[in-house]
T-cell receptor, first 113, second 111 residues
Framework: AQSVSQHNHHVILSEAASLELGCNYS??????LFWYVQYPGQHLQLLLK??????LVKGIKGFEAEFIKSKFSFNLRKPSVQWSDTAEYFC???????????FGKGTMLLVSP | SQTIHQWPATLVQPVGSPLSLECTVE??????LYWYRQAAGRGLQLLFY??????ISSEVPQNLSASRPQDRQFILSSKKLLLSDSGFYLC??????????FGSGTRLTVV
């Protein structure tokens, strides 16, 4: 079965620090990859997605992620975080041709002002 | 535009009581519908999904069931709740190969 690993459960950063959240998946075939964000008290929102093409994808609010097929990874990055980026971040993977997503356990990011 | 409605937002139910959580989608037709449960530190666990009316796939055998009586309606049920059913339940929809759009969730506490 497909599995998704997010390396850090909790990350604490100061404003303006750079962010990288790790995500690895287990499936060896073609995959679609997603990052979702859940701000405090809000519902899950799509941050960015990768289906094919340029492995570096850009999402909302300055986030980007890089798909490295050889490493089965889809790490999320942001050059300079803001206090408003405090949220829980979920990586998700879907095997191509299937409709269900498998989620990682999430990473709680706390950005101190 | 498409919207997804999920209710109630919070629910406190005694052990052994029945459960019915409802999710409806507007502004689209024939969506794929999903029920997830979110637990702190454990991410999102897929419970059920449906690709059409009356078609339900169960991912995790448990005390819950799902039904899709109409194209844009997805219901999560239980005949007798257990303490372990407490959690945050999320409904989501998608079409084609797009990502999911999630509802606002229901916080269920079984006492």
């Amino acid at each position: 079965a497909q599995s998704v690993s997010q390396h850090n459960h909790h990350v604490i950063l100061s404003e303006a620090a750079s962010l990288e959240l790790g995500c690895n998946y287990s499936y060896g075939g073609t995959v679609n990859l997603f990052w979702y964000v859940q701000y405090p008290g809000q519902h899950l929102q799509l941050l960015l997605k990768y289906f094919s093409g340029d492995p570096l994808v850009k999402g909302i609010k300055g986030f980007e992620a890089e798909f490295i097929k050889s490493k089965f990874s889809f790490n999320l990055r942001k050059p300079s975080v803001q206090w408003s980026d405090t949220a829980e971040y979920f990586c998700a993977v879907r095997e191509s041709g299937y409709s269900t997503l498998t989620f990682g356990k999430g990473t709680m990011l706390l950005v101190s002002p | 535009s498409q919207t997804i409605h999920q209710w109630p937002a919070t629910l406190v139910q005694p052990v052994g009581s029945p459960l019915s959580l409802e999710c409806t989608v507007e502004g689209t037709s024939n969506p794929n519908l999903y029920w997830y449960r979110q637990a702190a530190g454990r991410g999102l666990q897929l419970l059920f999904y449906s690709v059409g009316i009356g078609q339900i796939s169960s991912e995790v055998p448990q005390n819950l069931s799902a039904s899709r009586p109409q194209d844009r309606q997805f219901i999560l049920s239980s005949k007798k709740l257990l303490l372990s059913d407490s959690g945050f339940y999320l409904c989501a929809w998608t079409q084609g190969v797009n990502g999911y759009t999630f509802g606002s969730g229901t916080r269920l506490t079984v006492v």
